[in-house]
T-cell receptor
Framework: KAGVTQTPRYLIKTRGQQVTLSCSPISGHRSVSWYQQTPGQGLQFLFEYFSETQRNKGNFPGRFSGRQFSNSRSEMNVSTLELGDSALYLC???????????FGSGTQLSVL | DQQVKQNSPSLSVQEGRISILNCDYTNSMFDYFLWYKKYPAEGPTFLISISSIKDKNEDGRFTVFLNKSAKHLSLHIVPSQPGDSAVYFCAASVPLISNFGNEKLTFGTGTRLTIIP
């Protein structure tokens, strides 16, 4: 069974640009969550999608958005990039009735 | 407001000895706790979990202890091996039925464990 797949693996952008990250969950998993990891901050929750609907949202500005498609694949978008957005963005999937998250390897975003 | 706290950012332990990683939480609604392990350039992987109805769960070299009255849990690794060197995240969740509006898992900031050969 394939794991959670995130693309691209690395991204370099400049301030003011926008970026789209992609996540394919484990087959059969309908819940997809996104986290931001920065040094010293741990994993900060961005949002969770289930059946194409955003079910939960963390405390991030509106520049951070996401969506989920009918096949459970998810994308997150960050507009008007800032230097502080440089981080590892992790996607995780789970069955809805299971708290255990399965993470992808992440997308390392560098904003210059 | 950090609801899950790992106050030790790093820990070094001699190979073969016991590693003890600690985690404190403030939300009394948390009823399920997990430990994740993360190597550089990889996503976190699930290690072990414990429900609030238990005070101990063991899986091979890994044991998690939960003290609900103190809102404290710990992960014990014995014996420690070089491959255990990684960042360990503690995570907690509220009952799914009351999860509306909250993230599925709340993570701590992590503890970097280094096993010295």
């Amino acid at each position: 069974k394939a794991g959670v797949t995130q693309t691209p693996r690395y991204l370099i952008k400049t301030r003011g640009q926008q970026v789209t990250l992609s996540c394919s969950p484990i087959s059969g998993h309908r819940s997809v969550s996104w986290y931001q990891q920065t040094p010293g901050q741990g994993l900060q929750f961005l949002f969770e999608y289930f059946s194409e609907t955003q079910r939960n949202k963390g405390n991030f500005p509106g520049r951070f958005s996401g969506r989920q498609f009918s096949n459970s694949r998810s994308e997150m978008n960050v507009s008007t990039l800032e230097l502080g957005d440089s981080a590892l963005y992790l996607c995780a999937s789970s069955r809805d009735n299971n708290e255990k998250l399965f993470f992808g390897s992440g997308t390392q975003l560098s904003v210059l | 407001d950090q609801q899950v706290k790992q106050n030790s950012p790093s820990l070094s332990v001699q190979e073969g000895r016991i590693s003890i990683l600690n985690c404190d939480y403030t939300n009394s609604m948390f009823d399920y706790f997990l430990w994740y392990k993360k190597y550089p350039a990889e996503g976190p992987t699930f290690l072990i979990s414990i429900s609030s109805i238990k005070d101990k769960n063991e899986d091979g070299r890994f044991t998690v202890f939960l003290n609900k009255s103190a809102k404290h849990l710990s992960l014990h690794i014995v014996p420690s091996q070089p491959g255990d060197s990684a960042v360990y995240f503690c995570a907690a969740s509220v009952p799914l039925i009351s999860n509306f509006g909250n993230e599925k898992l709340t993570f701590g900031t992590g503890t970097r464990l280094t096993i010295i050969p």
